[in-house]
Every structure is written in structure tokens, then in C-alpha cells.
């Protein structure tokens, strides 16, 4: 209703428009897209949904995905759309697309659709809370010693623009033997009076530590109880690894802000993130970027703010890479096929037998713990005498594709994933231990 309004106000006839594209899709014959259908678990049939070169042992797929069938048949299918009749389709599309989305987000993430704005990469996602939360002066952000550039230059850009107090706090002194207590004992002395937000990273990417962010939250629950409204601290989480593996609700993990690319582990057009705020958080919070969103339609005087959805209304505006967006919930919807049960315990597999076979090696320190409470996806290490980019380097002209940590201290880097198996990892391994 909303956007039927905002398409009015833009001086567009919507039955003509809507009447318009039909007819478009009818001439053009676009592909009527069908999601494509996968097995729960079927590891071997999801592989074959990539692209991937078979010429190399891809261990790096983290950094940026390739686009699995569905998505790419679904990004295919509005790229021609757009292309053959832009304003017509982009009408036809608008209508509903943002708020599909945001439900099949919902169905995956957890909690309500209302709350999920569409962003296009966590950095974007990140940059927009840290910008626009609301501090009153005087008060202060707790961030760690373990976040990523991303939540470091937003809270820096945050500080130098407005005089915002940033502090940071390590939560553990060495990664591989870091533990739940104390991660707890460590964020509970850091937090102060004037805190108000306490912004940490789930996992890790330089050392794959996954955070206990539940124990974290109910800490700050703890010191929230005794504090007055305008004092209680938000719990700022960058999600983006974990995301696409842990067999979460995001909206029940504790955290107030839930931000992630969706273009890393959970397959997700590339230039597509969310961000899921829970009432609290959102109230806090001032939008940076106008929206296209239903409060196009309240600049135009024809609704009222309170009538847009809030994760509509924090979404950052402007035209799109519309084709890659729109194509986000078949990632959902895939990986909602295979489980999400399934995919927790089969990267965890992976990565135990990657870190099993790591400890074995006397040459290599591993620096990701090894129980899988603390740890999800990444697998970072280092071999003695070679630095991390020699490393990842000699690797490749194995035909084994990792990373080094882009970090001041850097490691190499493995991120078993869904696209590998079992032969893979051992491959990796066995050339890992040829570096002796
Ligand atoms: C922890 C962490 N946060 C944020 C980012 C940036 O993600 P995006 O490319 O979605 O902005 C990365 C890696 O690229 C990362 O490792």
C-alpha cells in the first residue's frame, strides 16, 4: 500500500505501470524462475551449484563467494529483466521485492522482518549503526582489541566527527587457549559507567576465536538491570563469520545489533549484507542514509513515519545493483534446504580435522582453539621460519587457494567450508606438513 503510494508520488500510474510490466514479462518471455532444490546435506550435489574451478583446492571461499546456481539463475533472470525494460521491471519489482526479501531473512535469521534492513556488505552495515547510534556526551564505546578494520575505522570516523569516547579491551591474552570465564571476567572489568555500547565481532578472522556472545549478552544484561533507561549499554555484534554456519537464532543470541555480508559463507549475491536490530536498538538509533523505502512516501506527505517498518526505513536508499539484491533470498533458501543444523556440524567437521591434523605438525602453531564452542569456520596458523604470505604463496603453486589474515600480525589462513570435503583437507594438510 505504502509503495503503491510512493510509486504515485513519482508521478507513476501504478495499474498502468503494474499492467505495463506484466505485459513486459508476457513479451520478453523472461524465465519464470523456480529455486532450485537440494537435499538436506547433500554436499556433493551442492558443490556442483559452483562454478569453481576443479583446478584448485578452494579454501579461501570465505572472502567473497562464487554465486551457486539458484543465486546466479536468480540474478541471471532480474539482470535481463532490468536490462530489457529498466523502468518497467524496476516497478514491477518494487512493489513487493524489499519486504520478500527481509522475510526470507527473517525465516532464516530468526525474529521479525520488520527489524532486517538490506545492506550491501557488513562494512556498509557496520558504518550505519556506528554512525547513527545516539550518545549523549560524555558517555563512551567499549570495542576489543579483536576487531576487524571495518568496526575500527567506523568507531574511529564516529570518534573524529563527533568527539565520541572509543576505549578498547582485550578479552583474551592468547587465542588458542582463550576461555568463556575469561572472555566474562574481562568484558565485566572493562565496562564502566559511561558505557554505552559495547561493539565486538563474533569470529575472529585473523584467529578464528568465535566469541560466547550469549554469555556476553547476559553479562550486560546483568549491569542493564541496575541501570536507569538512558544508561543501559547495546551489545554491538559483527556477525559476518559464524553467519551461514552457526545454527543460530540471531534474534535470540542476546546482541542488541546483528550485522553481516551475506556474500561470504552463506553464498549471498556479492554486494548484499543485513543488518537485524531488535526495537531497542533501532529506537536508538538515526538513520544516515535516506531510504527508497516506504519513507519515500512520507517525505511526499502521504503517510507517516511510524506506519514504515524500521528495518525498511534504515535501509540505505538510492538505486541498486538491483539484480544482485533481489536474488539474496535464494541463499536463504538454500541453505535452509540443507539445514541448518547440517551445516553447522559438517564445517565444524572439517574444521576439527583441520585442526586436528594441525596440532600433529611440530613446525606449525596453531592459534584457533580447538573446541568448536570457541572457534566456527576459520583456521588460522603459522609455520616456523616462513611469514604467513610466503606461506599461503607456496600453497597456491600446490593448487591449494588460502589466505593470510589481513592484520597487523598476520597468519595463514584455511577456511574449510561446504564446497570442500574430507580428500581435500588432508591434501592441504599433507603439503602443510611437507613445509618441515
Ligand atoms: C570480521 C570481518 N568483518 C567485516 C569484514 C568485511 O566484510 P564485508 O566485505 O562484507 O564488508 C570482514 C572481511 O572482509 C571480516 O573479516
Redesign the pocket.
Known sequence: MLRRKFLTGLGISVGASLLASKQLLAETQLPVYKSNTIAPADWTALRDLFPLTKKYIQLSTF?LTSHPKPVSDAIEMHRRGLDENPADYWHHRFETIDNDIAETAAEYMGGKAKNIALTD????G?ALIYSGLKLAPGTEILQTVHD?Y??DMSLAYRARRTGAKVRRIALYENPSTVSIADVIKLLREGINKNTRVVAA?W???STGVKLPIRAMANAINLINQDRSKDQQILFCV?G??GFGIENENIAALGCDFFVA?T??WLFGPRGT?VIWGNDRAWANTEPVIPSFSASYDVWLGNSVQEQVPMGEHMSPGGFHSFEHRWALPEAFKLHMQLGKANVQQRIHQLNTQTKEGLAKMRHVTLYTPQSSALSSGLVCFDVAGMNAGNVVKTLHSKGIIMSSTPYRNSYARFAPSLINNEQEIEKALSEIRALA
Open positions: 572472502l556488505s557488513t562494512t556498509m557496520l576487524h571495518s568496526t565481532t569470529v575472529h578472522s559483527d559476518v563469520h555480508g556474500h561470504k549484507g
